[in-house]
């Protein structure tokens, strides 16, 4: 996430799939992994799979970047790593800000319920544990796990700029200085004055 000084905001997501991509380097570049991201079988059940690997074909991807407009002007761009998991990481931080009135750090910070393909991913160590007995009585199955988003927020907000980010991870964070710093994460978000 960025802003600058004029009040553009940038939201923007890149991948090389797991760290350190493909592990190969070439000219000072890491390679991507991005064949993960295509179905390895051409077929199932004689059917062609939408997306089997092909000359041309471009990988799905759940790379969600989001940048909010309120009256015309940007007011929040918000985003994630996490796979294919990123898009309800950042639709349920969007639901809780801006239709639940959350404050941007106390919607990143709720725990994580995400089903993606029938199984629900359920935050291990959190109150999203709380839901197991009552998803699978309804008939889902479960999976308690580690879920460490990623999230990161920036609001822009009457020439106030206010930051968030999953408290599991650091970030680099830029505020009145022009000095980088390091940060580790606390529950507390990240605050900055436009300058």
Do not use: C
Not at 16 to 41: H, K, P, Q, W, Y
Not at 88 to 94: C, E, K, N, Q
Not at 167 to 176: L, N
């Amino acid at each position: 996430m960025i802003v600058d000084k004029a009040g553009n905001i940038l939201s923007m997501t890149t991948t090389i799939e797991n760290g350190f991509g493909s592990r190969v380097m070439s000219n000072g570049f890491l390679l991507n992994n991005e064949l993960t991201d295509f179905s390895f079988a051409a077929q199932k059940n004689g059917y062609p799979i939408a997306n089997r690997i092909e000359p041309g074909k471009r990988p799905r991807s759940s790379m969600s970047p989001t940048i909010v407009m309120r009256d015309g002007q940007p007011y929040m761009a918000v985003g994630s790593p996490g796979g294919s998991r990123i898009i309800g990481y950042v639709a349920s931080t969007l639901i809780a800000h801006l239709d639940w009135g959350m404050g941007i750090q106390q919607a990143i910070d709720l725990p994580h319920l995400i089903n993606r393909f029938g199984t629900y991913d359920l935050e291990k160590g959190t109150a999203a544990e709380g839901y197991q007995a009552a998803l699978e009585e309804m008939g889902f199955k479960v999976n308690v796990r580690d879920l460490n988003s990623g999230l990161q927020a920036i609001i822009l907000d009457n020439g106030k700029l206010t930051g968030a980010a999953d408290p599991a991870v650091k970030v680099w964070h830029w505020a009145t200085n022009p000095f980088h710093r390091f940060l580790p994460r606390s529950g507390a978000g990240i605050s900055a004055i436009k300058s």
